[in-house]
């Protein structure tokens, strides 16, 4: 069984920075992509940002130039590195090993104006 486990939310004014992490343990971490995704409320669940097992990666046109998604595979754990936040970037945000069924519980960010 596979629990990723995501910490780093918070409140942040428009404008400020948090960095989000996962941890995945249970499964061999570096040959899985990893994905970002968000949820807004009453909106449904959206990709952010994915990295690939060999380090490629992708984001959402709303969050290219502003977000950095990276991995540690020493340390079973993916980052989400937020800058320059806007209010439309609050939501619950979740990480998952690409293809599987393994989803953290997600982590609350709320970015005010």
């Known amino acids: 069984q596979v629990q990723p486990v995501e910490s780093g939310g918070g409140l942040v004014q428009a404008g400020g920075s948090l960095r989000l992490s996962c941890t995945a343990s249970?499964?061999?971490?570096?040959?899985?992509?990893m994905g970002w995704f968000r949820q807004a409320p009453g909106k449904e669940r959206e990709l952010v940002a994915r990295?690939?097992?060999?380090?490629?990666?992708i984001y959402a046109d709303s969050v290219r130039g502003r977000f950095t998604i990276s991995r540690d595979n020493a340390k079973n754990t993916v980052h989400l590195q937020m800058a320059t936040l806007k209010p439309d970037d609050t939501g619950v945000y979740s990480c998952?090993?690409?293809?599987?069924?393994?989803w953290g519980r997600g982590t609350q960010v709320i970015v005010s104006s």
């Open positions: 998952t090993l690409t293809g599987t069924p393994y």
């Open positions: 249970g499964r061999t971490f570096s040959n899985y992509a």
């Open positions: 990295i690939t097992s060999s380090a490629t990666t």
